[in-house]
């Protein structure tokens, strides 16, 4: 961590983040320049909220130097962490990306869902998605079927094959979670909701998280260190759209350099979701594509039997003939890469 | 709302897009003009969520005309809010602002916070402040003292008379808040944690709602929504800063000008936290008297009783004089805005 | 266009806004709601500013519906438009595509130009680029060889064909960009240089356009459209990061749907510059891969003969290994491409 | 400057990074921690450009120490620049705030303008403000009347005794502003046309610097120190809004926090632009009075004298009535500041 004093600013405030930072058990180096200086503190400043420095009196900026997750960082566990699943279904590192598809919402025909689940079985594809509990912006929006939707997804699971993921919103429904889902969703709203990263930290289940949307990369890899660090290393990361200042085409700008950057600095999969990234259906393929060439372990995306008819937000999926011609295209891309090649350890340390 | 129509779409994907409005009981207006369609629902589209049209085929944008909240909405209810408290304490309208201030987390020396909490009181502000459960970024830093916290808070308001503010992280804990705590904080990173929201709207006790720092005032109305259609209406409501791309100087842009768009807006109440948008203790005081004349009901600050020797965040804290200092001027300047004039009715009518 | 009352407002204020649109040439149908009036401008907008209604009385908010450019436009121009250079070289549509490579600035010593030009030239790329004035954030870096390097960069195109490429700052030097360059690039900084973007207007010389990086893709395409309407139709865009919250990791970031979406919505070739966008070296080769697969005309990248020796910036570019070894792939990558499904009708469509 | 290399790195990038550094003249010491390396270069690295490090092989990310500006900052010139105009108005320090008020473009009828000029006069005010080249997002809107608008300000000024404001987009243009024009703006827009930088630095007439709207604080002070560095030292500073993800109630975000910080990092005068920050009428005045108390040295107003029958922008402007009224309540809040404490040492140092 570097203290930079403000310009001119007098030794008995220079003193003070010494002393401060000796009591926090770091090894201090004093640099001076002509017109600044700067206090290099040494150590583990992982367990230091270098925040708390920052209004000191003259004290101008904090720098952090050393990343502030260490479970879900690269340097800690330089091997790739592949996310295992019962049926021999491997997430991460070289193997070979997957997909995760499925309706927003699991709605009340059920034969809607095991009609999308046998397409997206039929693909090929190795998880079915569903939406239970909706965290939804307005409270007039269609809230979910609850336990009753994870009751469907795990039939269509007896039916298929297929692997369910959905999404908690609340501690209190783990138990539900544990015993029919095999991957369980953190949605972007609830990246910092702590007691719920809490929650499924203590859980053996994968988990995957998404980056909440306005979520630097470093503050997503430390919500996936709250799950790693309550002892749960399974987790999957999802880029899924950030938010910027051009919301006329798309809902979020896609940040898809994302996917190679957090490879770069972390071992655990990350895959991403272009339907909530953009929101616009023509920018699902195209996405998809660019998200597995430049290293994705999987992409998600939505798939509804009947869009035009549905009671929630399944319109703006595609429809089940729209998937398979996509997918068929996905699935063509996916046999072409050459994965041993596709982030090889040449490429992490080009630079 | 609008639906716009990509130019040149077919006739069929326009009576698609007018039957699933119908269905859904608006009433529609089709407009065309020469490159382009255009469809006007006009009903309460408050109970439709717009985003499930935007994959229709054919759809190019979905434009939202009315607002999508409506209990917090000043159409619905053209009176302001006035939050009162068992002291007679009141917040919002033309009410005298209020301050609210105290440390960042409760720690373990309980005089230290009656230190302050002596200090808030003689300065004549209402409410005092202080963290129990604290929702941190990284899983390493001082998560709180939980109860043993709340219970100090509530002991010194034995003593000082002074109304408690404390941020509950898990609705779990409601009983424990609603028994020491007078107004209940909702952070800006749960501003969108929708159960936590329901939790709190079953209670009767005011709640103080932080905007999300990446949440537009629209998705900021609508958490308040969450709080008031399950039944709580005393909800105040705390600008503090929103993600930007400059990041040098501060952590966050204070978005000031939200105070006189949710005045005009909205019936609530709007107070604004200068500590976290900008993370320097130099800008509190010119931050502070900027709030106060655009309009804003209070402002909050974090005070320490021993800045530099505090266990967690207390250092991004003024100390009991800094406060003392600032305070003075604030109360002067509040005593010199003419209120019935602040924000008059012809002012939120000139345009 | 559509203009939204305030709820509530009154009937002189709506009338006013209907007789300034009728002065303006629309056709106006008034939709009337329960709570608020919309007012619906049917007519040629893009001869209007919509944003000088924003404040008459009782207007909320004004929506657009047709987008403001229309040279640049799809619908105006249904067939992609294809840059055609002297050689040969085609950019757009379904041709292959392009890579420009070169060193940021062109520097004193010209045999180093020379090797890099040849690099590119085997790799068989079809464009080298190079900096002769550099539009510098800061007035102390290194601003260029000026005239000297664009005589180098056409000393080099003489010994290799490739087409050149520099970027101008300043309408006054046109002539001799005319005289020397092929491509003529309009800095990101500039992208709203109005007096630049008509001097270009007013060449014959295609011009490459890049993307602000704070502008939303409607401003981008209608500062193309000020290209075009003065004249000069041959526009390149290019897409080299936006701005974000986030620049721990890169510099901006690379929004890439901006590829499918510009060619929805336009017929003008797009390409993207991975090095300037991340600013990173180990992200170039995947962002480029990224880039091709989502339908971009062309990368650009920046390579230098000696990075480490470099006099200015040379050193964030690729060395000649890197490039060679990366364009490899990318080569390999560009062959398996099927051009004529690359962006077929139907996924333009397929909403 | 700190160079962080990344964990594990071999010696030969650190020695690279070293050998690199004191090429360009810097004193280099070596921090080595567990697992980072940081290599802190001291000296002048104003004369350097750290981006050109942050691609040599090795480096994670460069860390900027010492401002990049140095005419620009506070350290450099620790009093306040006063801004000195020929009728001795001043600007800047305890100045008392300016107000520059007027209409957006100068228009064909030459009454309108004087009309606004006598209202801004009675008022006290002391700079009138009109466009005559508008730098427009769209080619299609009105452009400006050139050189015929600077000549109508020149004569509004012999009626009135104003100051002239008028903004210029190109620098073949200075002879004309040179002669017309009391105080040079270059808009937004062209905040980094560094030709345009350069072209006013070599003036003396006084130069109003508006921010871009996605331009750091400290690129911003770097574009002052472009026109400072060239011979003139006269320039004001305008915060007009900065892009961000909220855009259904403002344009932009007005960013009020950068007067203070402004205030401590430069002695340049700081003014505010609530009409273009905002875009809407209702916030100009709350948006004034916040800009006043938080320090700024003026604030600038769009006046029109009839804005419903305006040919261009002038719509989103104030009426003269409603100026007048504004500009009352702002004369009052003016003579209430006490100067002399407004932003007094203490509280520059209160950090």
Same mark, same amino acid.
Do not use: W
């Given at each position: 961590?570097?203290?930079?004093?403000? *310009?001119? &600013? =007098?030794?008995?405030?220079? #003193?003070?983040?010494i002393?401060?930072?000796?009591?926090?058990?770091? @090894?201090v180096?004093?640099?001076?320049g002509?017109?600044?200086?700067?206090v290099h503190?040494?150590g583990?400043?992982r367990?230091?909220?270098?925040m708390?420095?920052e209004?000191?009196e003259?004290?101008?900026?904090?720098k952090?130097?050393?990343?502030?997750?260490?479970?879900?960082s690269?340097?800690?566990?330089p091997?790739?962490?592949?996310?295992?699943?019962?049926?021999?279904?491997?997430?991460?590192?070289?193997?070979?990306?997957?997909?995760?598809?499925?309706?927003?919402?699991?709605?009340?025909?059920y034969?809607?869902l095991l009609?999308v689940a046998?397409?997206?079985?039929?693909?090929?594809?190795?998880?079915?998605?569903g939406?239970?509990f909706? *965290?939804? &912006? =307005?409270?007039?929006?269609f #809230?979910?079927?609850?336990e009753?939707?994870?009751?469907?997804l795990? @039939?269509?699971?007896?039916?298929?094959?297929l692997?369910?993921?959905?999404?908690?919103?609340?501690?209190?429904?783990?138990?539900?979670?544990?015993?029919?889902i095999?991957?369980?969703?953190?949605?972007?709203?609830?990246?910092?909701?702590?007691?719920?990263?809490?929650?499924?930290g203590?859980?053996?289940?994968?988990?995957?998280?998404?980056?909440?949307?306005?979520?630097?990369?470093r503050?997503?890899?430390?919500?996936?260190?709250?799950?790693?660090c309550?002892?749960?290393?399974?987790?999957?990361?999802?880029e899924?759209?950030?938010?910027?200042?051009d919301?006329?085409?798309?809902?979020n700008v896609?940040?898809?350099s994302?996917?190679?950057?957090?490879?770069k600095? =972390?071992?655990l999969?990350?895959?991403v979701?272009?339907?909530?990234?953009?929101?616009?259906?023509y920018l699902?393929?195209?996405?998809?594509?660019?998200?597995?060439?430049?290293?994705?372990?999987?992409?998600?995306?939505?798939v509804?039997?009947?869009?035009?008819?549905?009671?929630?937000?399944?319109?703006?999926?595609l429809?089940?003939?729209?998937?398979?011609d996509i997918?068929k295209?996905?699935?063509?891309?996916?046999?072409?890469i050459?994965?041993?090649?596709?982030?090889?350890?040449?490429?992490?340390?080009?630079?």
């Open positions: 961590m570097i203290v930079v004093m403000e *310009p001119g &600013t =007098s030794d008995s405030n220079i #003193q003070r983040v002393k401060f930072l000796e009591r926090h058990n770091f @090894r180096v004093l640099n001076q002509d017109y600044m200086t700067v503190a040494i583990n400043k367990l230091f909220n270098p708390s420095l209004s000191l003259g004290v101008k900026e904090v952090i130097i050393q990343e502030p997750y260490k479970l879900a690269r340097e800690a566990h091997k790739d962490t592949i996310v295992n699943f019962d049926n021999g279904v491997k997430v991460g590192g070289y193997e070979r990306p997957v997909v995760i598809a499925g309706p927003c919402s699991v709605e009340a025909e034969q809607g009609d046998y397409a997206v079985k039929e693909m090929g594809c190795q998880f079915l998605r939406g239970a909706k *965290p939804r &912006t =307005s409270p007039y929006d #809230q979910g079927l609850e009753k939707a994870l009751i469907y795990a @039939r269509a699971k007896e039916k298929t094959g692997l369910i993921v959905s999404e908690i919103i609340d501690a209190a429904d783990m138990p539900m979670f544990e015993s029919y095999d991957l369980i969703q953190i949605g972007a709203r609830n990246m910092q909701n702590f007691s719920l990263l809490k929650a499924v203590k859980s053996k289940k994968p988990v995957l998280l998404k980056r909440g949307c306005s979520a630097s990369i503050e997503f890899l430390l919500a996936a260190e709250y799950i790693m309550n002892g749960n290393e399974n987790v999957i990361l999802c899924r759209g950030i938010k910027s200042f919301q006329s085409y798309t809902r896609l940040d898809l994302a996917v190679p950057i957090i490879k600095y =972390s071992h999969p990350i895959i979701d272009p339907s909530h990234a953009t929101g616009r259906r699902i393929e195209p996405m998809s594509k660019a998200a597995l060439v430049s290293g994705a372990h999987g992409v998600m995306m939505e509804h039997h009947d869009p035009d008819n549905a009671s929630s937000d399944g319109e703006q999926s429809s089940v003939e729209q998937f398979t997918t295209r996905l699935n063509k891309l996916i046999g072409r050459d994965y041993d090649n596709r982030m090889t350890k040449q490429e992490l340390n080009i630079k």
